[in-house]
């Protein structure tokens, strides 16, 4: 666990200054949490658009304890957080290797293959280490057949992604002794998760936060890419790094279907107590299924939770393997090896991958924003003194400008009368049951919310801009751009850029 902390903290010191929008959405939302104890986006205004409620408590109470100097500093709190997870994580596989006795090393590359990822990396500041960490928690405790620290688990990762209740029930109901005993395991899930969903369904106005709605109404920022394919979008102009992200993940998928032969073929007790592994590579193939049909866009960190847990199914059930083959002294002890050496290979590219980005990077891997982290910075600080306390309506991503400007800037994320007219359009385009399940959702919310006046609009566009009020910016992905403010009263009605 050591190394493996000690790993993770030089992997942030590397990444830390080129963290995408969406983290900073995180990071502001911590901040608002430690210095004005609010949950929102920007001071002074309630939202409910952080998809991670643990992710955001987590980094909150951390950045509550860098304030022992006077001022807060949530990225030295993700730094830590970022260190702890991975620590968890190491644990989990220590764990597991001991349960299945296969070696340290087939442990020290399932860490490896989490923390090589370039999807993982480019999306620090997210929840993305946290969801490797607690699907290991969730596996461990299946396996070692412990139904109550199973519940436990079972509600941090649903406080960590509401959605990663897919993984909870696919191991749940492949582990027998989960199973068997399934009343204690949801026993503790109720008391560890149902305070907060509780407490946001009442005081924040939705259970489920907005970024449900909010992510479904943006499915044609894509184009014709869906959550599908996905993969084969960020291909393009990406080989090296999609096919060493998914790499790993697609043995895995090899690995899941040859036990499920195995099963069928009722030879099933040459593997004793991989059930719980079976739900964990199922619960991935799973949550890919849910989230095409839910018909989200291809946001890069929706991939993390199916391609870390078949990547971590892959060398477990590979361990798994070794182990039993090296039990019964068999010659098939050279299969496992070499399919762990190819896993090892793919780490190693992937490094390569993250390593030709430069130390400490300038922009992630995979990366679609409209500036980098600097030149985001550096427009926030210079919008907050420009605006004060007036309110400025968002280009479109606001994460980066808000956590440095600190001022009222405006969209769905963070105010919630806008928030009000999409649940008014989702109910009303939905069908019966996500109709009702909407309005269950929103039964506490202010329908009659409406949207924030603004002063100030925020617009951007591509190429060199210049004069009064303009900042010019660059982004990997998009070359140079410029952000121009204009006060409200002039219409924005130039096309939205792809960001």
Known sequence: ???????????????????????????????????????????GMTANSATSPLNVLLLGALTALTRVTGDAHPVVALGALTVLATAVLAWGWTRLARAYRFPWPVAALGVLVVLSNPFVLSAIGLEVLLIPAVLMLLTVFAVEGRPVAFGVAAALAV????????????????????????????????V???????????AL????????????????????????????????????????????????????????????ARTWDRFPGVSALVGLGGGAIAYYLVYTALGVGPYHWYYVAPATALAMFAVAALGVWLAVAREHATLMVRAPVTALGVVAALVAGAVGVGAAQGVPWRSPVIFGNWAGATDYAHVGRQLGERVGQGTVASPGEIGTLAYHCECRILDVFSDRGRVAELVKDRVAESGPVSSALLELNYLFFDHDATRTPVEYRLRYERGPGGGDDTWQVYSEALGVGHFTLVAARQPDTRPHPEG
């Open 192 to 202: 560890v998760a149902a305070p907060w969903y509780v407490f946001s369904w009442i």
């Open 1 to 43: 666990m050591g190394a493996a902390a000690v790993l993770a903290a030089a992997i942030f010191a590397v990444v830390k200054d080129s963290l995408i929008d969406d983290a900073y959405i995180t990071l502001s939302y911590a901040k608002n949490l430690a210095v004005h104890g609010e949950w929102g986006l920007v001071p």
């Open 205 to 264: 106005g939705s259970a489920v936060p907005d970024t449900l709605v909010i992510k479904q109404e943006q499915d044609g920022l894509f184009g014709r890419w869906t959550y599908a394919t996905g993969p084969v979008m960020y291909y393009f102009g990406q080989e090296a790094a999609v096919l060493l992200a998914f790499g790993p993940a697609l043995l895995g998928l090899i690995a899941w279907c040859g036990l499920l032969a195995v099963r069928l």
């Open 159 to 190: 406080l960590t992604r509401l959605d990663l209740v897919v993984f909870v029930l696919a191991i749940a109901l492949c582990a027998v002794a989960i199973r068997r005993r399934i009343g204690h395991a949801v026993l503790a899930a109720v």
